[in-house]
């Protein structure tokens, strides 16, 4: 028999061209750029917009009449994004979606966070999304986000950005460690510890109140009404000796989102309306009227002209998110054949969920087989996976709230070493056949 039966998936970067490496290189630089800028759901809003608005998109208004080729967008609140070039196809003949998130785990801000003890400056956090503890303490930390004020103003904060000032939440000396060293991992930092220093000296949290009143405009009570989000103060940078990883903070899910959106930047006339949804909140549960369960995105079909029902029922979406990347240091975690690999391409997850598929939207083997189509008319680079070992690992993803909407899902994304730590590691290759693959969905 002649014909090769078994079924081989090769590291992408043996066979790379000097084209495609260049073309992996200038797109892994607008991916960093898109990082650095976007350290919060509303910084990554603002920069998307503008990366849109460059690319021919225009805000979705009431009553404009749309036709094929069109490029529009909808803000949701600051938070979430929603962008659709409008396709030949009536839209009730369904539409082709790619769906990610921009939120990313952190450090919120109590709202009464400054407290002062012993001449020394604190804000209190309460942690967002699946963190390890341990990880945050030590590091360097930029505060980003917004103070809302009774007036009706909405001031931005930014400390910590380039040169500036850092902040940092102080951990026990090993010499007096004795006692935290016996702690489970999980525990050896407890969640009220995680207070972020931000003075010190006689009067301290008064200083510091009087230096964001010069800077900012804004008093403590204001803090009440504030969104201000503590993020690792690093910037995306090449990893490796031969510079094919890329390390950063929020590669998930921003590696996902920016591909998706780069994709639907570079769609013109396509044959089904095509559209990119940036979501909020799905680290805890895309809960909110920025998360995937809201009504916003049935509005936003609405306002395209469509039957949302008729619309969904024919409709198929790309939930790009991170899986897990096989990593030999912590091989016992794995079940090493249905793990995703660095640079063996985009990973298909057929379904995710936990412990026996629960919470998972499961995605039938015609909408496996279709994606495998798309993907190799695309020439993207793929695999397919699971995440962790049965009973042992697991996750959730927005598709299970598409596939609610009775559109057809599947999982699909960035493998990521050290995922929800405040620097997570990519390939290069993933990244570029994640963009590949959303091209190949959305075009």
């Known amino acids: 028999m002649d014909k090769e039966l078994t079924y081989k998936n090769p590291n992408g970067l043996t066979d790379m061209t000097v084209e495609e490496k260049a073309n992996m290189e200038s797109y892994v630089k607008g991916y960093k750029d898109f990082l650095n800028k976007g350290k919060t759901e509303r910084l990554c809003v603002k920069e998307a917009i503008k990366i849109a608005e460059n690319a021919g998109f225009k805000e979705l208004k009431e009553g404009m009449k749309l036709k094929a080729g ?182 998930d899910d921003r590696v996902c989102s920016y591909a998706a959106l780069k994709a639907i930047t570079e769609v013109n006339m396509p044959k089904k309306t095509a559209i990119c949804i940036l979501a909020d909140k799905e680290e805890i549960g895309s809960e909110g009227v920025t998360g995937m369960k809201t009504q916003a995105f049935e509005t936003f079909i609405e306002e395209l002209g469509a039957d949302v029902r008729k619309c969904f029922k024919n409709s198929f979406c790309i939930s790009a998110d991170v899986t897990a990347a096989y990593d030999p240091n912590f091989a016992d975690a794995f079940e090493k054949r249905n793990e995703a690999h660095l640079n063996h391409g985009i990973c298909l997850c057929k379904y995710t969920g936990a412990r026996g598929k629960s919470g998972a939207s499961d995605a039938s083997a015609e909408t496996v087989a279709y994606v495998r189509r798309k993907f190799e008319e695309g020439n993207v680079h793929w695999q397919i996976a699971d995440m962790g070992k049965v009973d042992l690992g697991g996750g959730g993803t927005v598709a299970l709230d598409l596939a609610y909407r009775n559109i057809e899902t599947i999982d699909a994304g960035v493998p990521v070493l050290s995922m929800h730590a405040p620097f997570e590691v990519v390939a290069k290759y993933d990244c570029y056949m994640t963009y590949l693959a959303m091209k190949a969905i959305l075009g």
């Open 70 to 251: 069109d490029k529009v967008y909808e803000n949701n609140r600051g938070k979430m994004l929603l962008l659709a070039v409008i396709g030949e196809e009536d839209l009730n003949k369904g539409v082709n979606i790619s769906a990610s998130h921009i939120d990313s785990p952190r450090l919120d801000l109590k709202p009464e966070p400054l407290y002062e003890d012993s001449d020394l400056a604190y804000l209190k956090t309460h942690y967002y999304g699946g963190i390890r503890k341990y990880q945050w303490v030590t590091i360097p930390l930029a505060l980003y986000g917004v103070v809302a004020l009774k007036d009706g103003r909405v001031i931005d904060v930014a400390i910590g950005e380039g040169d500036e000032t850092k902040l940092v939440i102080s951990d026990l000396l090993p010499h007096l460690g004795q006692e935290q060293n016996k702690k489970p991992l999980a525990t050896g930092i407890e969640a009220e510890q995680l207070n972020l220093l931000v003075g010190s000296g006689e009067e301290s949290k008064k200083k510091v109140l009087q230096l964001l009143y010069e800077k900012y405009g804004f008093e403590e009570e204001d803090l009440i009404s504030a969104e201000l989000e503590a993020v690792p103060a690093v910037m995306a940078t090449d990893i490796g000796i031969d510079s094919t990883m890329i390390g950063s903070y929020g590669h």
